[in-house]
């Protein structure tokens, strides 16, 4: 079977792992024919983050209304659906829990196959996603260089076929989201950071402050808690000062992000003999780490439409499909796993 010729089939996925209530319905691995997304963002914005007891109870009120209202946008039944998908982890295990009884019920119910999806294999698979009827971009090509920046986690992994991964390296500290999360609320800035934090960097001048790029020669992982802490010594100082430039402030962190990123993923595609590239994750949204990635003409750049980088369940679908198709079906007694790598 080519990578073209996969087999067709329908998969019903659901993720429920963080602050998103999220179901899609996805054809053949990669078409979209209905995706629902309830956010629950506003409803944390309050806290400063995501309340994992407040985001647990808001996914049990959500998770019907999305499924179905997801079906009924595709013009599907469960009857139409060929494999149930569900986000096992990782997560938060009060919210995942949610996600994974639904998906069993509906498993059960509906005398389909359940395939539980780490969730960033997930993330990886957002780019392989489209909205049906729109011409398909290109299948990713292996190997590739992966590079997930989640909130959760930052990380580099060489693709070589479809569920293959060879684990490179990860943040020694903080994600690459956390970091914009907690560098926003530094800088008085809403939750989620990262899209406060690129909307501020506007206006700002990238070069005005030379924050600290942790390098970390010689190995494949990150670090972003120097950097953190360098935004904070100079928050407090400018602070005295009785003035805090938020706009080139915001800029030259993300700078400082998105070189870091942007330098190891490239030299890693280069040390690893990569065909391609791929970012994936909710910091993949990041105007200027995807301008970073656009500007290189060396690999051709896999990265998901602007809906797809933060979390969503069609990517949990494609993921899904590879699994279903690759004979990878789960008990109905399956449990969450809250911490389960991806590799
Ligand atoms: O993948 P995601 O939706 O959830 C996790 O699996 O963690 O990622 C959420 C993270 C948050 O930290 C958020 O601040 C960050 O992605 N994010 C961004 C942008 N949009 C979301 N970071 C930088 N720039 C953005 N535009
Ligand atoms: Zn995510």
Known sequence: MTEQETPPARI????????????????????????????????HARFGGVFPEVASRQHVLSITPVIEQTLAQAHLTLNDIDAIAVTRG???????????????????????????????????????????????????????LALLASGGHTELNLMTGHLQYQHLGATLDDAAGEAFDKVARLLGLPYPGGPAIQEAAV??????????????????????????????REVRKLEKAGRLPVANLAASFQAAVVDALFTKTMQAAREFGAKEILVAGGVSANQALRSAFLGQDEFQLNIPALSLCTDNAAMIAAAGYQRFIHGHHDSLDIDVLPTWPLS
């Open 90 to 144: 990782p997560g938060l295990a009060g919210s995942l829990v949610v996600g994974v009884n639904a998906a069993k019920g509906l498993a059960l119910g509906s005398d389909r196959p359940l395939v539980g999806v780490n969730h960033l294999e997930g993330h990886l698979y957002s780019a392989w996603v489209y909205n049906a009827g729109d011409t398909p971009p290109p299948e990713p090509q292996f190997p590739l």
């Open 203 to 232: 206006n700002g001048d990238p070069d005005a402050f030379d924050f600290p790029r942790a390098r970390l020669e010689g190995t494949w992982n990150f670090s972003f808690s120097g950097l953190k802490t360098a935004v904070l």
């Open 12 to 43: 019903l996925a659901i993720e429920s792992s963080c602050d998103e209530t999220a179901a899609a319905v996805l054809e053949d691995g990669r078409a979209i024919l209905a995706s629902t997304v309830a956010s629950q963002m506003e409803m």
